[in-house]
């Protein structure tokens, strides 16, 4: 399983960005799919999930209301829709696939992370 995402870049404080991740190769053997991020010089951190049979999805509090985690199964595409992005907001972002431990970030298949910075 490859999963490619993309869709960072630099915003300003208030902004909008659409994170994508394509996935491709064999079928996922786990029923879900998710975002995690970075910041810089900090430890990897869980941000959410979607199931993609039924969509239902799940976010961590500090993001409900102004982060939306979707997926369009017939592009095998997850998305991430950051909206009132806060300087906080800055790290990298990365999809994952097939995980035994979301709190731990134990993944077995990781896109390539791609950076959001948010200016003040």
């Known amino acids: 399983v490859q999963l490619q995402a993309s869709g960072g870049g630099l915003v300003q404080a208030g902004d909008s960005l659409r994170l994508s991740c394509e996935a491709s190769?064999?079928?996922?053997?786990?029923?879900?799919m998710g975002w995690f991020r970075q910041p810089p010089g900090k430890d990897r951190e869980f941000v959410g999930r979607i199931a993609w049979i039924g969509g239902s999805t799940y976010l961590i509090d500090p993001l409900k209301g102004r982060f939306t985690i979707s997926r369009d199964n017939a592009k095998n595409t997850l998305y991430l829709q950051m909206n009132n992005l806060k300087p906080e907001d800055t790290a990298v972002y990365y999809c994952a696939a097939d995980c035994m431990d979301w709190d731990k970030a134990r993944c077995d298949y990781w896109g390539q992370g791609t950076l959001v910075t948010v200016s003040s």
């Open positions: 190769g064999r079928a996922l053997s786990r029923s879900y």
